[in-house]
């Protein structure tokens, strides 16, 4: 499990570092919120479509060899692109090749972690999340500290630095887990095949749904400009705000590990989501106190989000595809958020949809604790 978790913190302190990146440099080179918006939206579109397919070859060939022949790689390669990126369509390849490692990352990742942990698949899972958080958390603080001081350029050859070093763990994992058998292209689509899933699996991955549209469009596009924009904060004050919420989103998950998930963690995470956003467009010099707090909700939500996916996935032989098909309306969901959310900002303001971030938030608490009751 240490290797697995070594992966996920190299791996995601690049993800933070270019969460925070992209999108500046974008608007410092002068373009509009809405073209951001579909250079970022490229990634989940992407994902979606790739994952599922990268996730049927792991369930017939194994999951070790993923992460050295296709996450290492990706991972190298897309931050290569985006440091010498010096046009929108270069920076829209950046993301095709980012999304490339997005998926070989998570179309296995859960499936090791059950296996390497069959006893406590939601407490790894979650606590994976947790390492994730953190490592995203350096990542943007460490890039925020890095644009300030020395430059968008050295600060992204220092992630292909950290790009080139996820090879490490990823070669541990070589052995993991032996060949499963050929790959073979007909029982590749019939593991596509999403029929036979029972009526609780799709409520799950409606229920996923609800936890990405209330983060995905703040954290990867909305939050950063507005801090930038509205609030005139620099890279390194940008960088530690992201550097914090990453911190308490990960002690929050961690601590709560010990939280019954029950009505009373449901009414407590949506009562903070539902105030924060919306007080957060107007919170003038109280913004990063809300923003924190909204980390709180964040982490103690993910108990649940794990929660989930773990009683979705029962059939061991296609743990990988389950999951798969489970986050396909999740990133549906991220791509028309992202794609949208810059022009819905541009006609209504921050405000509306820092709010609908709450409401989604409290949708998917209740759903799933529902689903987990069943």
Known sequence: MKRIFAVTFLNHFVSGGLALIVPLLLLERGVSLAEIGLVISILPLVFLVVRLFLAAFADQIGWARFYLLLNWPGALFSTLIYSIANSTPAFLMGKVVEAVRESSYWAVNRTAIFSLSPR?????????????????????????????????????SLLVSASAAVVIPAAMLWRAQRMKSKMRALRTVNLLDPRGKGKTFWLISFTMLFFRLAFYPLLALLLPVFMARQLGYNYITIGVAFMFYGLLTACVTFSALRIALG???????????????????DAGSYFLALFLMLAVADGLGKGFFESIIAKATKNEQTVSVDIGLLHIPMRIAEFSSVLFAGFAVQSFGFMPIFAASGAFFTVFSVLSLYVLEI
């Open 120 to 156: 406590k698949k939601a407490a790894g899972a979650t606590k994976n999340a947790a390492i994730l958080s953190l490592s995203r958390a350096f990542g943007s603080a460490a890039s925020g500290v890095a644009l300030a001081l020395i430059g968008f350029s050295l600060t992204l």
């Open 263 to 281: 009505i009373r963690r449901v009414v407590v995470q949506s009562v903070i989501a539902l105030s924060v956003t919306s007080l957060l467009a």
